[in-house]
Every structure is written in structure tokens, then in C-alpha cells.
């Protein structure tokens, strides 16, 4: 079936230690991002890739880290300097061109939480 | 900063009725909007797309767009206890990229 997955599902880390949450999507779609989402709050942008090997930040992109190495992987890496990196994160992908450009489809979520 | 506002909520409604989901924009050259439904704990998920002025219809959900007041609604006909979640409004920037920006959604309860 096609879709997204990330993984893991849950994880828990110690101050200091970072992370790295995993996406990856089968659906030939050309953009990737991850949106951090906090309790009661909407999405917000962390990074993007409309391209391999090319990325860009979004608001809130301090502390975080990512790659494009592969049309179908954007991993997303939690850095200790993330001062507050309990949160939901979501990975979503969209194709750039044709009838349904910017509809963007989610993988499940990573529920990040610090000990 | 562009922005989308959407009431928080929550909106409570008896089983049955009509729910009236509500969304602004700042980007006045925005062309694409979007809502999607998220239930507690669970990614979001799209249930409709909008384009153009006027009425889009898919089942029970019509969406409302108004480009000149910069305002996109949803509309949930015969309002049923599953359709309790927090409706996200999306804008798609009109730009280059075309970032979605998301409103803070609002929440819905339907009271069987």
C-alpha cells in the first residue's frame, strides 16, 4: 500500500541526547516536511524539501536537522539544542505539480518526549 | 508573517445539526485552501480541497471559499458523534515552495 511511515511511534529521550525520527514515503511525491505540533496548538514548520539533496527551514528550524539524500526519505534529527523537544512531530509529503498540488498527506506521528 | 486564524473552540453541537467551521487568511494571493480532520492522538487528515470562489460539495462536507474577504469555511450537514475532532484549516502560500500554513484549528464536539 502506498503512504507514509515514520517510526519510531514513540520515543523517549534524556536531556542532552539527539535524536533521529525516520519518514519515508512510497508515493513518488516530490516535497517533504515535518511539522512539530504541541498540545491545543496547529502545525508548525520545521523543514522542507521540494528536491534530493535540497532543503530549506522552516519557523521554527532552530535545533533540528535534516537530510534528502533519496526521493523517498526525509529523516529528521532532534539535536540537544532543542531546548524543548516534547512535541508531536508529523511528517507529510505533496506532489509540486498537477491536479492536486499542495495537498499535503500525513504519516501517523512521533510522539517525542523528554525524560 | 502570514497568518490563518481559526476559532479554537470548542464548538458543541447536538447530533444531527449543521457545524459551521470558520477560517481567515492573510495572504490574499493564496490559491489553494484545505481542511483537514484530526482526532485526539492521530495524524491529520484531508477531507477537502478548495480552489475557486464559491461551494464545494463531498457527501456531508460542503467548503466555502471567498477570496475577496479572505475567508474559507466547512461545513458538516447532519452532524454525527464521530465527526467530533479539531478541523484544521490550511492555506497554501503564493509563492514559489508553497508552504501550507496552518491555522490552530478548531475542536468539535457532537452531543448525541
Known amino acids: 500500500d502506498g503512504g507514509i511511515t515514520q517510526s519510531p511511534k514513540y520515543l523517549f529521550r534524556k536531556e542532552g541526547q539527539n535524536v533521529t525520527l525516520s519518514c519515508e514515503q512510497n508515493?513518488?511525491?516530490?516535497?517533504m516536511y515535518w511539522y512539530r505540533q504541541d498540545p491545543g496548538q496547529g502545525l508548525r514548520l520545521i523543514y522542507y524539501?521540494?528536491?534530493?539533496?535540497?532543503?530549506q527551514k522552516g519557523d521554527i528550524a532552530e535545533g533540528y536537522s535534516v537530510s534528502r539524500e533519496k526521493k523517498e526519505s526525509f529523516p529528521l534529527t532532534v539535536t540537544s539544542a532543542q531546548k524543548n523537544p516534547t512535541a508531536f512531530y508529523l511528517c507529510?509529503?505533496?506532489?509540486?505539480?498537477?491536479?492536486?498540488?499542495?495537498?499535503?498527506?500525513f504519516g501517523e506521528g512521533s510522539r517525542l518526549t523528554v525524560l | 508573517q502570514k497568518e490563518v486564524e481559526q476559532n479554537s473552540g470548542p464548538l458543541s453541537v447536538p447530533e444531527g445539526a449543521i457545524a459551521s467551521l470558520n477560517c481567515t487568511y492573510s495572504?490574499?494571493?493564496?490559491?489553494?485552501f484545505f481542511w483537514y480532520r484530526q482526532y485526539s492522538g492521530k495524524s491529520p487528515e484531508l477531507i477537502m480541497s478548495?480552489?475557486?470562489?464559491g461551494d464545494k460539495e463531498d457527501g456531508r462536507f460542503t467548503a466555502q471559499l471567498n477570496k475577496a474577504s479572505q475567508y474559507v469555511s466547512l461545513l458538516i450537514r447532519d452532524s454525527q458523534p464521530s465527526d467530533s475532532a479539531t478541523y484544521l484549516c490550511?492555506?497554501?502560500?503564493?509563492?514559489?515552495?508553497?508552504?501550507?500554513?496552518f491555522g490552530q484549528g478548531t475542536e468539535l464536539s457532537v452531543k448525541p
Open positions: 507529510a509529503s505533496t506532489l509540486l505539480s498537477g491536479s492536486n498540488t499542495g495537498e499535503l498527506f
Open positions: 508515493l513518488n511525491h516530490d516535497a
Open positions: 524539501s521540494q528536491i534530493v539533496n535540497d532543503f
Open positions: 495572504d490574499r494571493g493564496s490559491q489553494s
Open positions: 478548495i480552489y475557486s470562489n
Open positions: 490550511a492555506v497554501r502560500e503564493n509563492n514559489q515552495g508553497g508552504k501550507l500554513i
